[in-house]
């Protein structure tokens, strides 16, 4: 396929009621079909019978349209109160309207319309599901970029430590079996790591929360998300059991409020600062702080490691060579989060998974005002508070923008391939853009893709090669 010019970029999306020069108006494709029908029918395509690539692949093949009317889960028949119809935009041009803050309203869709029991988050709405518009939004956005502002200090020494604990253990386990799974020590280095440097918090000082604190976000996070996410466990069980309703947050209240008392026991540091510096209360500064911690952070690394280790252990092309040598070779002798921007190819790497598999795939916005929205060829008229739905992994592999989009190629984005960061959107917003008060985009923005870059060079420095694949490690071959 032959690349044809980026389209114009995200700020270029149209505000206005008149439809973009040259583009034909188009009415939206698709129906919500009959009520409560249409949507369960809709919510087992997604899950069961098509699972979501699929679901938005044949719905732009049916409708000609990376534009379209659909619906999203949850629904019927214990969601009454959530609405599941959805505009999907599932092209980079169209998505990009969901960074624009005059065009659209980000509160309380998150997950779309649907939003966990307040319970979950201390009955308060912590930032992540507010407005720019709302005062608190700026306050706890200012206060997050603040916490990982000053723990840069300790970042990379506190991965590197945690990281070398978690291989002691792999290694061990490889020495009497042919396969080590690595899902729950790598958690179990993320929460140590991310709460030392998130909170201020040591977890070794409450064996409780040192050995079973990742378990308890564990559990605290899938009761919030079950009714959204496929699982793959065997149907029709899960669309009975998983998806057909909101679980009671007493099921966890027990986890959550041992991992309150112990941030505020032990992240007062940081915690007071949010009080003192941002004005948020105690509670506020508490619950917020959890939510990024947990939420944000230990659950946004824990989808998104097994995603790059897996595109790394599995590769036969020769690329952890090249790895290797660029980690040894760059970098100065100590890794820092700014000494691994001197590594262009894993830099590159790390950008293309983020591309190939974005961690959180769907992001939602809600029309603020009536608005004209583009897609590469056509124009569409949506009306104030309709939401909007984008599909990432779709739009990212948007054909009008990267060259054989479904492929892996480590270097895309080395070389002279920087100018494709600002359709980069894993973050809700462009890799070449910043997160501010003002918008929705990522506070991790630029520490995500560092750290886990940071992660590929460290590991290229200990091992000359690693097998495994998104779970499992299955051979380790020290650097000689
Ligand atoms: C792999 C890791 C991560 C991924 C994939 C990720 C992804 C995202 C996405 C997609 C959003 C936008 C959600 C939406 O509004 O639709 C978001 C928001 C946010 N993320 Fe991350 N994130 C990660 C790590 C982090 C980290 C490490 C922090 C901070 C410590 C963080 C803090 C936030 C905050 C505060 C917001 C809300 C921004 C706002 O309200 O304006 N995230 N993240």
Known sequence: MSFS???PPPSLATPSSAPPVDLPVRQIPGSYGWPLVGSISDRLDYFWFQKPESFFRKRIEKHKSTVFRTNVPPSFPFFLNVNPNVIAVVDVKSFSHLFDMDLVEKKDILLGDFAPSLAYTGNMRVGVYQDPSEPQHGMVKNFTMDI????????????VSNLDKMCDNLESTLSN????????????????????????ADPSVDAKIADGGYLMFDRWLALQLLPTVPIGILQPLEEIFLHSYAYPFFLVSGD???????????????VNRGKLEFGLTEEEAIHNLLFVLGFNAFGGFSVFLPSLIDAIATDTT???????????????????????????????????????NPPVPLQYA??????????????????????????????????????EPESFKPDRFANGGAQLLDYLFWSNGPQSGSATSSNKQCAGKDIVPLTAAL???HLFRRYDSIEGNSSSITALQRAK
């Open 455 to 457: 992660i590929v060079a």
């Open 256 to 270: 959550y409020n041992n991992l309150y008392n112990f941030i505020k026991q032990h992240g007062k540091e940081v």
């Open 148 to 159: 990982l502002k000053r723990s840069s200090g300790i970042w990379a020494s506190e991965l």
């Open 318 to 356: 020769g690329l952890q060579r090249k790895l290797a040598k660029e980690a040894r070779e760059n970098g100065g002798s100590t890794l820092t989060l700014n000494s691994v921007k001197d590594m262009p190819l894993i830099n590159s790497v790390v950008y293309e998974v983020l591309r190939l």
């Open 177 to 200: 079996s042919s396969s080590a799974s690595y899902l729950f020590p790598l958690q179990q280095f993320l929460f140590t790591f991310l709460t030392k440097t998130l909170s201020g």
């Open 5 to 7: 010019p980026p389209p």
């Open 366 to 403: 809600r029309a603020r005002k009536d608005f004209t929205l583009s897609s590469h060829d056509s124009a569409f008229r949506v009306t104030k508070g309709e939401l909007l739905c984008g599909y990432q992994k779709l739009v990212m592999r948007d054909p009008l923008v990267f060259q």
